[in-house]
């Protein structure tokens, strides 16, 4: 969707309600450069924010930006709601932005936005899970043959 945004008007504001935990979301936006012949006024920005409208969790934060993206997985249902205010300071500006939000199944597809830090995180957490399926495997494994050695010498 693409809408217009204005210096000193109050944020601009849109919300999804998400009903399902554990639902993926993904937000895309930009500045519409007006000239493609130039490149975009760098004093030219605009600040995002996504949250939890009932629990007030931030989810994103991106302050004097011209483009932007967030992704995040919903572990709490209800409203979720981005805004965009405009961050320059020239009272006569009206920004055009580009934003494309997609939820659960329209937002799989976006690994080109994760985190270096966050996989890295991921691979070790499942490092940690695999060392401990395997830690108890072995355990289980003793105490059933320390099990069938007792059950012998108890019938003996």
């Known amino acids: 969707m693409r809408f217009d945004l ?5 944020a601009k504001c849109f919300f999804e309600d998400i009903q399902k935990i554990h639902t993926m979301v993904y937000g895309n936006y ?10 975009l ?3 030219h920005t ?18 004097r930006v011209q483009a932007g ?15 965009f205010r405009v961050t320059s ?5 009206t920004l055009s932005i580009d934003f494309d ?8 597809g976006r690994p080109n936005i994760a985190k270096r830090s966050n996989i890295d995180y991921m691979t070790y957490e499942v490092q940690v899970m695999q060392e401990t399926a395997l830690a108890i495997k072995e355990e289980m494994s003793y105490l059933l043959q320390r099990n069938a050695r007792d059950q012998l010498d108890h019938r003996q």
């Open 6 to 10: 204005s210096y000193g008007k109050s």
């Open 30 to 39: 930009s500045i519409v450069n007006p000239n493609k012949d130039h490149p």
């Open 41 to 43: 006024n760098p004093i």
């Open 46 to 63: 605009i600040t995002a924010q996504v949250t939890h409208a009932e629990e007030g969790t931030k989810y994103h934060l991106a302050e």
């Open 69 to 83: 993206q967030f992704a995040f997985t919903a572990y709490q249902s209800g409203d979720y709601l981005v805004c």
């Open 89 to 93: 300071d020239d009272p006569q500006l």
């Open 101 to 108: 939000w997609k939820t659960g199944v329209a937002a799989r």
